[in-house]
């Protein structure tokens, strides 16, 4: 994994708060181990390199700007149907 290469997790409670929030984050190493943890849950990996850059600028359990809404919905709409296809193989 190069240096350059970057992750960050992203958490939304419908119940508590009023938009996802960054969860973790980091470069190199440090999104080698997000990607490693996201494997070992098998939590579906979305990639947008413009997306990760903005929210590499947020601090750890900042909730993210209004400006990135429209980005991080389409990020939680593709991860809902990653899920539902996968309950959909699961149960066949």
């Known amino acids: 994994m190069a240096k350059s290469d970057k992750a960050i997790a992203l ?3 419908q119940e508590g708060s009023s938009a996802p929030k960054v969860v973790a ?8 181990k997000i990607l490693q943890k ?3 849950f098998e939590i579906p990996i979305f990639k947008n390199k413009a997306l990760a850059e903005s929210l590499l600028n947020l601090d750890v359990d900042e909730q993210i700007p209004p ?9 939680f ?5 990653s899920e539902q296809k ?3 193989s699961r149960s066949k």
């Not at 984050?25 to 080698?32: F, L, M, R, S």
């Not at 709409?77 to 149907?81: A, E, F, I, K, S």
């Open 38 to 40: 996201a494997d070992e």
């Open 67 to 75: 400006n990135l809404y429209k980005a991080v919905a389409e990020v």
């Open 77 to 81: 709409v593709w991860l809902m149907n």
């Open 25 to 32: 984050k980091g470069q190199g190493e440090i999104a080698k």
């Open 86 to 88: 996968a309950q959909l």
């Open 11 to 13: 958490k939304y409670d």
